[in-house]
């Protein structure tokens, strides 16, 4: 029964899954979320009722953050109300930070989020440049894709040799 529930609700996260990104959700992403689940889905088999001492989720810090997911985790703990027998609202109540954290931790950033094309160019300090990217690509509210050479639809460059040859609106000069 517990497999069950669990195969379940991870087809409805792969239906809106779908719907959502036009892409459906990979295997490994389906395995992690289950995997994340079965904790949740196994005390609430056992338990069937939340006792208030969880911490709830901050929703504005959420929805400005990854708003299509906090919609997403929202919309499949409500669906999924029938499958674990509980009233929408507590069905909600239930699963959506643990949904919504399964989500952010294991969707691929390529598929849910536009790429941003980001050139890092620091010829003076090649150790800086690293630094940078390993800065930029720990932000992971976003889909970085880093290049390295100029070209016409980067989003971002980020050098010190001040390029007159690239947009001012992409460009971030950096100084010393």
């Given at each position: 029964m517990l497999q069950r529930r669990l195969?379940?609700?991870?087809?409805?996260?792969?239906?809106?899954h779908e719907q959502y990104f036009n892409a459906p959700m990979s295997t490994v992403s389906a395995e992690k979320i289950k995997r994340d689940l079965f904790a949740l889905v196994l005390t609430f088999e056992l338990y069937a009722r939340d006792s208030g001492h969880r911490r709830r989720l901050d929703l504005c810090e959420a929805y400005r953050m990854y708003p299509v997911l906090v919609e997403m985790a929202l919309n499949v703990s409500r669906e999924i109300a029938p499958i674990v027998k509980q009233p929408v609202r507590e069905a909600e109540e239930l699963?959506?930070?643990?949904?919504?954290?399964?989500?952010?931790?294991?969707?691929?950033?390529?598929?849910?989020?536009?790429?941003?094309?980001?050139?890092?160019?620091?010829?003076?300090?090649?150790?800086?440049?690293?630094?940078?990217?390993?800065?930029?690509?720990?932000?992971?509210?976003?889909?970085?894709?880093?290049?390295?050479?100029?070209?016409?639809?980067?989003?971002?460059?980020?050098?010190?040799?001040?390029?007159?040859?690239?947009?001012?609106?992409?460009?971030?000069?950096?100084?010393?």
């Open positions: 195969t379940d609700i991870v087809g409805v996260i792969g239906q809106y699963f959506y930070s643990y949904l919504f954290t399964a989500f952010v931790a294991h969707f691929d950033p390529a598929v849910i989020f536009p790429s941003i094309k980001v050139d890092i160019d620091i010829t003076y300090r090649p150790g800086l440049e690293v630094i940078l990217q390993r800065m930029i690509a720990g932000m992971v509210e976003f889909n970085i894709v880093f290049t390295n050479r100029f070209e016409d639809d980067v989003d971002l460059v980020i050098s010190d040799a001040m390029l007159t040859g690239v947009d001012r609106r992409y460009r971030f000069d950096w100084q010393h």
